[in-house]
C-alpha cells in the first residue's frame, strides 16, 4: 500500500504545481486557438490542397499521371539517389560520430563545425560548388571530358549534391548519444577479450542503433526532397536526370497541375509517413529498454 | 600472479598524471590503491590493465613485460566503475560475453559457455536473474553481475575501479564482506581503487596511499593507521589534530611555551604535530600541556568531540572527550596527547624520508 499514497502525493503536489503554473482559462482557450489555427493555415490546409488538387479529375487522372514513364523515371531515380546517398551517410556519421565522441585528437572542433557545414550554406550554393568543380570552365573538367566520365548533368552530380545535403543528419544525432555514453561499454568488451570488429558490432553498433535509425529517418526524406542542390546539378533532363521534386516543379512550370499535385502527393506522403515513424522512434527512445537520451 | 611496476610515468598531453611509480603485487593479494580524487590511482590502475599505456617505465606480469601488450591480450577482469554492463544483454549474455567473443580454437561450445555463465551466477548469489537485463537490476546487483562477468575469462588479475562507489551505505558494508570472503574463496590477484579510507583499511591486504600522482605509503591496514610516514598520510587515514608547534632544545612548543612533549630527534624549527582525536588525555594538574579554549562540543555515539581553539593565532583541533566529563561552554581544556607525530615544516619534499618522530607514552 505504502507505495500506493506515495505515487497518490506525488499525484497531488504536480497538480498543485500545475495550477500555481497555469495561465487564466480564457487566455488558455485564446492560446489553443492561435496555435491550432496557426497549424490549420500553414500546414494542415497546403497539405490538403495537395491531395484535392491531385484527385480533381478523380482516381483515374491521378494513377494514370504517376504511372506516365517520365514520372516513373523521376521516382526511380529519386530512390536510387537516396539508394546510394543514405547508406553512404550512414557509414560516414558513424564513422564520424565514432571519432568524435570516443577519441581525443587535434582539429576536433574544426570536424565538428565542418560536419555542420551543410547545413548552414544554402542549398543552391552546395550545386554550385559541384559545377564549379566538375563543370567544362573547371580545372577537372577537361579531363573528365577526355575519359568520357559524366558528373554534372548526370546521376553522379545528382548523387554528390544529395550526399553533401544530407551529410550531416546520421552525424548530428549519434555526436551527442555517443558521447553521452562514454567509452567505458567499449573498454570492457575490450578487457573481455573483443576485437574492435567485434566491440563495434555487438556493443557499440546495438547502443546507437534507435538513434541511427533516427538519423537515416530524417537523411532519407532529406535525400528525397532535396531540390536546390540537385536543381543546380542536374540539367532538368526529362526522363533522365530529373527526380520527384524537379519533375513537380517542371510540371507545374507546364501548367499540368494535376500531374503536378500528383507527383507532389507522393513527396507529401513520405514526408507524413516520416512523421509517424519519427514518432514511434521517439517513444522508443523514451521507453525504459530504449536507450536513454536527451 | 605477480605484477612488478617499475618506474612507470603518465603524461595526458602536458598534464602529468603519475610521477615515477613504483610497486609490486604478490600473487593471491588483495591490494587497495587509497587516494583523494586527483591522486592518479585510477590511472594507475588503468595502467595495469592496459586501457592506457605508461609515458615512461614498465610493467611487468609475471616476469614478462607486458607495458605495451593490449588489454585483450593482458586477460584481466576490469570491473568499472559504472559496471559498463551492455544494456542491450540479459545477465546471462553479459557474463558469457568473454567467453563468445574468443576465436573458434579457443571458444568453449555454447553448453559450456552457458554452464560457466550459470555457475559464476550462482557464485555471485544471483541464482533465477539470469534473464533479466541491467536496467531491471539493482547497484548491488550489477556490480556482482559485472563482477561475474570479469571472472568468467579467468583473469589473471582482477582490477575493480571504485568497486562500491555508487552504492548505499549498508549495501557498501555487506558487499565488502562479501568480496572478501570472495576474494579468499578464488583467490585471484586483486587491485581496488578507492577513496574511502574505511574501506582500504577494512578490506585490503595491503594499501597504497597515493597523492599527486606519488606513492606515499605502502603498507598493511596496521602499517598505514599506526605508523604514517607523512604528514599527508597521517591526514588522510582516520581522523587527525594537526597543531603548527616549534621545536626549540628538543622541546615541541606552542605559543613559546614548553607542552611537555619531547622532540626526539626533529630538529629545532617549525614542526607540525599530528595526533589522533581519541588519543589524548585530558590534564586537570599543573605542568606543561596545550591549552585551549572550547568552542564547540558534539555528541556522539559513546563520547564528545570537542573542538578548541589553541593560542593566540586560535589554530582549531578537535579531540575527544569521555561523555562523564562536565565541558563548559568556552571553557578552558588543558590536553596532552598520549600518541602523536612531529613532522618538520618545509624543507625539500621528501617521500619516505626517516627525518620525522614518532612517539608513543
Same mark, same amino acid.
Given at each position: 500500500?505504502?507505495?500506493?499514497?506515495?505515487?497518490?502525493?506525488?499525484?497531488?503536489?504536480?497538480?498543485?504545481?500545475?495550477?500555481?503554473?497555469?495561465?487564466?482559462?480564457?487566455?488558455?482557450?485564446?492560446?489553443?486557438?492561435?496555435?491550432?489555427?496557426?497549424?490549420?493555415?500553414?500546414?494542415?490546409?497546403?497539405?490538403?490542397?495537395?491531395?484535392?488538387?491531385?484527385?480533381?479529375?478523380?482516381? &483515374?487522372?491521378?494513377?494514370?499521371?504517376?504511372?506516365?514513364?517520365? @514520372?516513373?523515371?523521376?521516382?526511380?531515380?529519386?530512390?536510387?539517389?537516396?539508394?546510394? @546517398?543514405?547508406?553512404?551517410?550512414?557509414?560516414?556519421?558513424?564513422?564520424?560520430?565514432?571519432?568524435?565522441?570516443?577519441?581525443?585528437?587535434?582539429?576536433?572542433?574544426?570536424?565538428?563545425?565542418?560536419?555542420?557545414?551543410?547545413?548552414?550554406?544554402?542549398?543552391?550554393?552546395?550545386?554550385?560548388?559541384?559545377?564549379?568543380?566538375?563543370?567544362?570552365?573547371?580545372?577537372? &573538367?577537361?579531363?573528365?571530358?577526355?575519359?568520357?566520365?559524366?558528373?554534372?548533368?548526370?546521376?553522379?552530380?545528382?548523387?554528390?549534391?544529395?550526399?553533401?545535403?544530407?551529410?550531416?543528419?546520421?552525424?548530428?544525432?549519434?555526436?551527442?548519444?555517443?558521447?553521452?555514453?562514454?567509452?567505458?561499454?567499449?573498454?570492457?568488451?575490450?578487457?573481455?577479450?573483443?576485437?574492435?570488429?567485434?566491440?563495434?558490432?555487438?556493443?557499440?553498433?546495438?547502443?546507437?542503433?534507435?538513434?541511427?535509425?533516427?538519423?537515416?529517418?530524417?537523411?532519407?526524406?532529406?535525400?528525397? &526532397?532535396?531540390?536546390?542542390?540537385?536543381?543546380?546539378?542536374? &540539367?532538368?533532363?526529362?526522363?533522365?536526370?530529373?527526380?520527384?521534386?524537379?519533375?513537380?516543379?517542371?510540371?507545374?512550370?507546364?501548367?499540368?497541375?494535376?500531374?503536378?499535385?500528383?507527383? @507532389?502527393?507522393?513527396?507529401?506522403?513520405?514526408?507524413?509517413?516520416?512523421?509517424?515513424?519519427?514518432?514511434?522512434?521517439?517513444?522508443?527512445?523514451?521507453?525504459?529498454?530504449?536507450?536513454?537520451?536527451? | 600472479?605477480?605484477?612488478?611496476?617499475?618506474?612507470?610515468?603518465?603524461?595526458?598531453?602536458? +598534464?602529468?598524471?603519475?610521477?615515477?611509480?613504483?610497486?609490486?603485487?604478490?600473487?593471491?593479494?588483495?591490494?587497495?590503491?587509497?587516494?583523494?580524487?586527483?591522486?592518479?590511482?585510477?590511472?594507475?590502475?588503468?595502467?595495469?590493465?592496459?586501457?592506457?599505456?605508461?609515458?615512461?617505465?614498465?610493467?611487468?606480469?609475471?616476469?614478462?613485460?607486458?607495458?605495451?601488450?593490449?588489454?585483450?591480450?593482458?586477460?584481466?577482469?576490469?570491473?568499472? *566503475?559504472?559496471?559498463?554492463? +551492455?544494456?542491450?544483454?540479459?545477465?546471462?549474455?553479459?557474463?558469457?560475453?568473454?567467453?563468445?567473443?574468443?576465436?573458434?580454437?579457443?571458444?568453449?561450445?555454447?553448453?559450456?559457455?552457458?554452464?560457466?555463465?550459470?555457475?559464476?551466477?550462482?557464485?555471485?548469489?544471483? *541464482?533465477?536473474?539470469?534473464?533479466?537485463?541491467?536496467?531491471?537490476?539493482?547497484?548491488?546487483?550489477?556490480?556482482?553481475?559485472?563482477?561475474?562477468?570479469?571472472?568468467?575469462?579467468?583473469?589473471?588479475?582482477?582490477?575493480?575501479?571504485?568497486? +562500491?562507489?555508487?552504492?548505499?551505505?549498508?549495501?557498501?558494508?555487506?558487499?565488502?564482506?562479501?568480496?572478501?570472503?570472495?576474494?579468499?574463496?578464488?583467490?585471484?590477484?586483486?587491485?581496488?581503487?578507492?577513496?574511502?579510507?574505511?574501506?582500504?583499511?577494512?578490506?585490503?591486504?595491503?594499501?597504497?596511499?597515493?597523492?599527486?600522482?606519488?606513492?606515499?605509503?605502502?603498507?598493511?591496514?596496521?602499517?598505514?593507521?599506526?605508523?604514517?610516514?607523512?604528514?599527508?598520510?597521517?591526514?588522510?587515514?582516520?581522523?587527525?589534530?594537526?597543531?603548527?608547534?616549534?621545536?626549540?632544545?628538543?622541546?615541541?612548543?606552542?605559543?613559546?611555551?614548553?607542552?611537555?612533549?619531547?622532540?626526539?630527534?626533529?630538529?629545532?624549527?617549525?614542526?607540525?604535530?599530528? +595526533?589522533?582525536?581519541?588519543?589524548?588525555?585530558?590534564?586537570?594538574?599543573?605542568?606543561?600541556?596545550?591549552?585551549?579554549?572550547?568552542?564547540?562540543?558534539?555528541?556522539?555515539?559513546?563520547?564528545?568531540?570537542?573542538?578548541?581553539?589553541?593560542?593566540?593565532?586560535?589554530?582549531?583541533?578537535?579531540?575527544?572527550?569521555?561523555?562523564?566529563?562536565?565541558?563548559?561552554?568556552?571553557?578552558?581544556?588543558?590536553?596532552?596527547?598520549?600518541?602523536?607525530?612531529?613532522?618538520?615544516?618545509?624543507?625539500?619534499?621528501?617521500?619516505?624520508?626517516?627525518? *620525522?618522530?614518532?612517539?608513543?607514552?
Amino acid at each position: 500500500m505504502a507505495p500506493d499514497t506515495a505515487l497518490m502525493r506525488e499525484d497531488a503536489t504536480a497538480r498543485v504545481a500545475m495550477q500555481a503554473t497555469t495561465e487564466s482559462r480564457r487566455s488558455r482557450i485564446a492560446l489553443i486557438l492561435c496555435a491550432t489555427g496557426f497549424l490549420f493555415l500553414f500546414l494542415v490546409l497546403p497539405l490538403a490542397a495537395v491531395f484535392v488538387e491531385a484527385l480533381r479529375q478523380g482516381f &483515374g487522372a491521378y494513377l494514370s499521371a504517376l504511372t506516365e514513364p517520365d @514520372a516513373l523515371a523521376a521516382i526511380r531515380l529519386t530512390l536510387v539517389v537516396a539508394a546510394i @546517398a543514405v547508406p553512404s551517410n550512414a557509414i560516414f556519421g558513424v564513422t564520424a560520430a565514432w571519432a568524435i565522441a570516443k577519441f581525443e585528437f587535434r582539429g576536433k572542433t574544426f570536424l565538428t563545425t565542418l560536419i555542420d557545414l551543410p547545413f548552414s550554406v544554402s542549398p543552391v550554393i552546395s550545386g554550385l560548388i559541384y559545377v564549379l568543380l566538375f563543370g567544362a570552365g573547371s580545372a577537372l &573538367g577537361p579531363w573528365l571530358q577526355r575519359h568520357g566520365i559524366e558528373v554534372l548533368f548526370a546521376i553522379p552530380g545528382i548523387v554528390l549534391a544529395t550526399i553533401f545535403v544530407t551529410f550531416p543528419f546520421v552525424a548530428r544525432e549519434l555526436i551527442p548519444l555517443m558521447q553521452d555514453q562514454g567509452t567505458a561499454d567499449e573498454e570492457a568488451a575490450l578487457s573481455l577479450g573483443a576485437s574492435g570488429w567485434q566491440t563495434f558490432w555487438r556493443v557499440t553498433l546495438p547502443n546507437i542503433k534507435w538513434g541511427l535509425l533516427y538519423g537515416v529517418l530524417l537523411c532519407t526524406a532529406r535525400a528525397m &526532397g532535396e531540390f536546390g542542390a540537385v536543381s543546380v546539378v542536374s &540539367g532538368h533532363i526529362r526522363g533522365l536526370t530529373n527526380t520527384m521534386p524537379l519533375y513537380v516543379e517542371i510540371l507545374y512550370n507546364e501548367y499540368s497541375f494535376v500531374a503536378a499535385f500528383a507527383v @507532389a502527393s507522393l513527396l507529401a506522403l513520405l514526408a507524413l509517413m516520416t512523421l509517424v515513424l519519427k514518432t514511434l522512434l521517439e517513444l522508443r527512445f523514451s521507453s525504459p529498454h530504449g536507450v536513454a537520451r536527451h | 600472479m605477480d605484477v612488478r611496476i617499475i618506474n612507470v610515468r603518465k603524461e595526458f598531453g602536458r +598534464f602529468p598524471a603519475l610521477h615515477d611509480v613504483s610497486l609490486d603485487i604478490r600473487s593471491g593479494e588483495l591490494v587497495a590503491l587509497l587516494g583523494p580524487s586527483g591522486s592518479g590511482k585510477t590511472t594507475l590502475l588503468r595502467l595495469i590493465a592496459g586501457l592506457e599505456f605508461p609515458t615512461g617505465g614498465a610493467i611487468h606480469f609475471g616476469g614478462e613485460d607486458a607495458s605495451l601488450t593490449p588489454v585483450q591480450e593482458r586477460n584481466v577482469g576490469f570491473v568499472f *566503475q559504472s559496471y559498463a554492463l +551492455f544494456r542491450h544483454m540479459t545477465v546471462l549474455d553479459n557474463i558469457a560475453f568473454g567467453l563468445r567473443v574468443r576465436p573458434r580454437s579457443t571458444r568453449p561450445s555454447r553448453r559450456e559457455i552457458r554452464d560457466r555463465a550459470m555457475e559464476l551466477l550462482e557464485l555471485v548469489q544471483l *541464482q533465477g536473474l539470469d534473464k533479466r537485463f541491467p536496467t531491471q537490476l539493482s547497484g548491488g546487483q550489477r556490480q556482482r553481475v559485472a563482477l561475474a562477468r570479469a571472472l568468467a575469462i579467468e583473469p589473471r588479475l582482477l582490477l575493480l575501479d571504485e568497486p +562500491f562507489g555508487a552504492l548505499d551505505a549498508k549495501v557498501r558494508r555487506e558487499l565488502r564482506r562479501w568480496l572478501r570472503e570472495l576474494h579468499d574463496k578464488t583467490g585471484h590477484t586483486t587491485v581496488f581503487v578507492t577513496h574511502d579510507q574505511e574501506e582500504a583499511l577494512e578490506l585490503a591486504d595491503r594499501i597504497v596511499v597515493m597523492s599527486q600522482g606519488r606513492i606515499e605509503q605502502v603498507g598493511s591496514p596496521d602499517d598505514i593507521y599506526d605508523h604514517p610516514n607523512s604528514p599527508f598520510v597521517f591526514g588522510f587515514i582516520g581522523e587527525s589534530s594537526a597543531l603548527p608547534v616549534h621545536v626549540q632544545d628538543g622541546q615541541v612548543q606552542v605559543a613559546d611555551r614548553p607542552v611537555g612533549i619531547l622532540a626526539n630527534g626533529c630538529g629545532d624549527g617549525d614542526a607540525t604535530l599530528f +595526533f589522533r582525536p581519541q588519543e589524548v588525555e585530558i590534564v586537570d594538574g599543573p605542568g606543561p600541556v596545550i591549552a585551549g579554549v572550547v568552542v564547540a562540543t558534539r555528541r556522539r555515539e559513546t563520547n564528545r568531540r570537542v573542538d578548541l581553539e589553541i593560542g593566540a593565532a586560535r589554530h582549531r583541533i578537535e579531540i575527544e572527550v569521555p561523555l562523564d566529563r562536565d565541558i563548559h561552554g568556552s571553557g578552558r581544556l588543558a590536553l596532552r596527547p598520549r600518541r602523536w607525530k612531529l613532522y618538520p615544516v618545509a624543507g625539500p619534499r621528501e617521500p619516505n624520508a626517516g627525518n *620525522q618522530v614518532e612517539f608513543v607514552d
